[in-house]
């Protein structure tokens, strides 16, 4: 009989998303096991500790150095990542983290390089990257089902929320760019990772109050010959759909970043002549196949 071992989790930092996807997600994945929670919040620590029958730790010393730990899931601001990720790594646990990784591309790449020589994993939370709706637009793509791609939309914005955390908050990470914008970037160079890219045109607009950006997009050239335009926002209609035109075909999804597990998508897909074929997708919790 084969027994697969529970690696235990911890969570460090219970903000909404954390409490609402990644402790539940955690806690159905099989292999893995909700060892403990830390946060500054001792109200919502003590909450989580009694709903998910595990422990947590005074200080993050004490959590760090648990020998029973295996794996921490950093779910504090962005601005915070790096910082927090180098203590995961120094102390021996594997490092999965919610995207951003970090805020620039040479703390990425120390806490890859450091992860690389202890052998210990290191992860970014696209969760989206996961689920069959992604999964069957990149093999749509890969096999030319549309024909050649000649152009793509992709965009992804947030209406103005109640409560928006840190996300006006410079000093811990706050952007639309690092929020939202980074999700159609990550979809371009998941769907096309061979292609080279040619940035013609980028914008980006500041809060007039705040010192973070609200919104930007970018106009792109895949190969020369692609037409590619990323599109986010903070304080407009919600959406988050790619629009993708080919010489054979189109087709168009919503949703394609993040939605509940019981979303079920669909593809709407026409063909050379406008022709309409509507083909559905089954729902996932894709926080789950992430993890």
Request: glycine share 6%.
């Amino acid at each position: 009989m084969t027994i697969i071992k529970n690696n235990k989790v911890a969570i460090w930092g219970l903000g909404k998303h954390a409490l609402k996807n990644i402790l539940p997600a955690v806690h159905i994945t099989e292999g893995l096991e909700i060892y403990g929670v830390f946060s500054r919040n001792k109200e919502i620590v003590k909450e989580c500790c009694k709903q998910w029958e595990c422990r947590s730790w005074d200080t993050i010393d004490d959590m760090l150095s648990d020998p029973n730990l295996d794996i921490i899931y950093l779910a504090t601001p962005t601005g915070l990542h790096y910082e927090h990720g180098l203590k995961v790594l120094q102390s021996d646990k594997h490092l999965w983290c919610e995207k951003p990784f970090t805020t620039n591309l040479e703390k990425t790449q120390n806490l890859i390089n450091i992860s690389n020589k202890r052998n210990l994993s290191v992860c970014e939370g696209f969760m989206y990257l996961y689920h069959p709706q992604f999964i069957k637009l990149k093999e749509y793509i890969d096999i030319r089902e549309l024909g050649k791609v000649k152009s793509i939309y992709c965009r992804f914005g947030l209406p103005k929320l109640d409560n928006p955390g840190f996300r006006f908050n410079r000093q811990l990470g706050g952007s639309c760019l690092l929020d939202v914008g980074c999700y159609p970037v990550s979809a371009i160079l998941t769907l096309f990772p061979k292609n080279e890219i040619e940035i013609l045109s980028t914008f980006m607009k500041k809060s007039t109050s705040k010192s973070v950006d609200v919104e930007g997009g970018a106009y792109l050239k895949l190969d020369s010959d692609i037409n590619c335009i990323l599109e986010w926002a903070y304080n407009r209609a919600y959406r988050n759909d790619i629009d993708i035109w080919g010489k054979k075909g189109c087709l168009y999804t919503d949703k394609i970043f993040s939605k509940n597990s019981d979303y079920e998508p669909n593809f709407q897909v026409r063909d050379l002549y406008g022709n309409l074929l509507t083909i559905d997708i089954d729902s996932k919790n894709h926080f789950e196949l992430m993890l």
